[in-house]
């Protein structure tokens, strides 16, 4: 028997639509299974502690296990390409950090991009860094030291956590807005450079809150001012260095995603999720002991924000010729 065209794209139209059933249907009822949060640095670090927050909020609320996994390695570069390259079907998601807009510049050999094939699902939180002294240098706001670095050029050593990372990026902006010659000093990590500030072999740095803040209440440190536009809740009484320097920030996110073909559907979810234990009081004043303000929003304004800051460390790492280590 022949069929007629409208009987023809009837059953078409049907068949397309039991085949669709199974993913709509996994995507209203995922997760089924356990899901893994990838991060790309060692355990116990601000990173791998968001990642486990938002972990347990989601094993609570959806019924099943988010388990972080730590793939430290070039940058965080092997966790992101794990997840790149993973299934897209929301199993495997991405702590993502701001060094993963760095690293899109940093590194001209990637075997993936970012921005394209990793899906923003929810940002998390935003951190300012803190511009902090020795208290040797005599300053004590932003504008002091900006005069003291020009009559002294090539002179101040500024420390980081090591070369393309946040506090030496952060810097760097720091240099080109003012015109400033600072000497670069990296470490391997936070810790050290702190240990050498404390000590006067650096005289500045732009350190994380939680890694300083103690030092800075006891008077170790001097924090002349927050790379955020706002003031920090932990350190209100620290200008902001858009105080001084217009147009000026920096800051530190988290947010998760996932790999770009991911439904839409999961994404939401998942979205929806995280944006519901970020309102949740508890959950939000364990973020605050990291230093951070929650940030809410859509997956799309999660996009911006990658957007966004990817664009800014481009101009910065072309500016001051960065290289990877």
């Not at 902090?132 to 090539?154: C, D, R």
Request: glycine share 8%.
């Amino acid at each position: 028997m022949k069929l007629s065209r409208w009987n023809f794209l009837h059953l078409a139209a049907g068949a397309a639509a039991v085949l669709a059933m199974p993913r709509v249907a996994s995507a209203l009822d995922y997760p089924t299974r356990p899901v893994r949060i990838i991060v790309g640095f060692p355990p116990g670090g601000g990173v791998d502690i968001a990642a486990r927050l938002v972990g347990q909020w989601l094993s609570e609320r959806l019924s099943q296990s988010f388990v972080v996994e730590n793939r430290p390695g070039a940058a965080s570069n092997v966790a992101t390409e794990a997840v790149v390259r993973a299934a897209p079907d929301g199993y495997t998601l991405l702590l993502a950090f701001s060094v993963n807009a760095i690293n899109a510049t940093l590194y001209d050999n990637l075997k993936f991009n970012f921005i394209r094939e990793i899906a923003p699902v929810a940002a998390i939180i935003r951190e300012p860094d803190v511009m902090v002294v020795n208290p040797s240098v005599p300053a004590v706001t932003v504008a002091e030291f900006i005069a003291y670095a020009k009559a002294n050029p090539h002179k101040l050593n500024m420390g980081s956590g090591g070369t393309g990372t946040p506090s030496h990026v952060i810097g760097e902006l720091l240099k080109m807005m003012t015109g400033t010659d600072l000497v670069h000093v990296p470490y391997r990590g936070i810790s050290p450079a702190l240990t050498d500030l404390l000590g006067g072999q650096v005289q500045i740095m732009f350190a994380s809150t939680s890694s300083s803040i103690g030092y800075i209440k006891t008077g170790r440190l001097r924090a002349l001012a927050v790379t955020t536009t706002t003031r920090s809740e932990q350190l209100p009484d620290v200008p902001t260095v858009a105080d001084f320097v217009p147009g000026f920030e920096a800051s530190i996110w988290y947010g998760v995603g996932a790999p770009e073909t991911t439904p839409a559907e999961i994404i939401a979810k998942l979205n929806k999720q995280i944006n519901a234990g970020l309102a949740e009081p508890t959950l939000k004043a364990r973020f605050a002991d990291l230093g951070g303000t929650v940030i809410t929003g859509s997956p799309a304004d999660f996009a911006k924000l990658i957007a966004d800051d990817t664009e800014k460390w481009a101009k910065v790492i072309k500016f001051a010729n960065i290289k990877p280590e």
